[in-house]
């Protein structure tokens, strides 16, 4: 089987599930495991935010949205190039991938008329469940079910060394400029950690907040995740938290626990490593309970 995944997430789940050599077609931003960045590229951002703030990339990112073009360009004659007999898409979110339409388009040009599978993770479980459907796809159901256990396991291990103690209140911000906190799976994340999520709902989107919402849920813990962006680059980029007026006065910031994490790596996509997000949540709500590996760095800001 043929395989071009136009997810990252998708990408990951394909090698952890040992269809790497399957793979012949990956997105732009596939960059784990490292092996993905050897693969042929399907897709390019039509949006350059080299540089710009994060309120300069929302208005654009807005700007694309209301006009109906897409983020995300579809290479036609890279993908042809391929020979796809599957296509890993999404329709969850077109911030985040090729849009839909234009995987529909080009199946209906392509020769052999390759299969789509679109997935649609919303909920830690369901992040699980896309884990199962490409091994069904793919004829790799039984090392998908190891894959489940092994996570499923870890999450174990995490719920037991927080278990009776007292959950950390938290707020978990996916985008600085404005602010908008997470959904989809990473309120499950924060609570199998030991944590509440007071704004974010798992199984809905994330969504933009005035700082007032922020002030009136008065959170213990601040999780900076910022969609895209790697550890360093969150770090980097949260000084336009300090410009909200009032932020000073968070519970969270005065009592020095404000974090930046990876938010690409371990946040943003529902696939194999958002385990690993919660084990580096629990090292951050309850270190004196979770000793294990954390995956990758936080920094306290």
């Known amino acids: 089987m043929r395989i071009a995944s136009l997810l990252p997430s998708s990408t990951e789940i394909c090698f952890a599930l040992g269809l790497g050599p399957s793979v012949v077609g990956v997105t732009h931003e596939c960059d784990f495991p490292p092996q993905a960045q050897y693969k042929p590229i399907l897709t390019r951002s039509t949006l350059d935010h080299t540089g710009q703030p994060q309120a300069g990339i929302d208005h654009h990112v807005r700007q694309h949205r209301h006009q109906g073009s897409s983020l995300y360009a579809l290479d036609l004659a890279a993908l042809a190039r391929v020979h796809p007999d ?108 030991g944590g509440v999520d007071l704004l974010g709902v798992s199984g809905t989107p994330s969504r933009s907040v005035p700082l007032a919402e922020v002030a009136a849920a008065d959170p213990d813990c601040i999780i900076c995740m910022p969609c895209g962006l790697r550890h360093q680059e969150a770090v980097a980029q949260a000084r336009q938290l300090t410009a909200h007026p009032g932020w000073g006065s968070l519970r969270a910031v005065q009592a020095g626990r404000v974090y930046a ?41």
Not at 282 to 301: K, M, N, T, V
């Open 86 to 193: 599957l296509i890993l898409t999404q329709e969850l979110c077109d911030v985040c991938a090729v849009a839909y339409p234009q995987v529909q388009e080009a199946v209906r040009i392509l020769p052999g008329r390759p299969s789509v599978i679109s997935l649609e993770p919303d909920s830690l479980a369901s992040v699980w469940r896309s884990i199962a459907e490409v091994g069904r796809v793919t004829g790799s159901a039984a090392r998908a079910r190891e894959l489940i256990a092994g996570v499923s396991a870890r999450v174990d291990a995490v719920r037991g060394a927080v278990a009776g103690r007292k959950r950390v209140r938290v707020v978990c911000i996916e985008w600085y400029d404005p602010i908008m906190v997470a959904g989809h799976w990473v309120p499950d994340q924060v609570e199998i950690a």
């Open 261 to 301: 994490v990876d938010g690409s790596w371990y946040f943003n996509r529902p696939g194999p490593r958002v385990i690993d997000g919660i084990e580096l949540l629990a090292r951050i709500l309850h270190p004196e309970a979770w000793r294990g590996p954390a995956p990758g760095d936080f920094s306290q800001l």
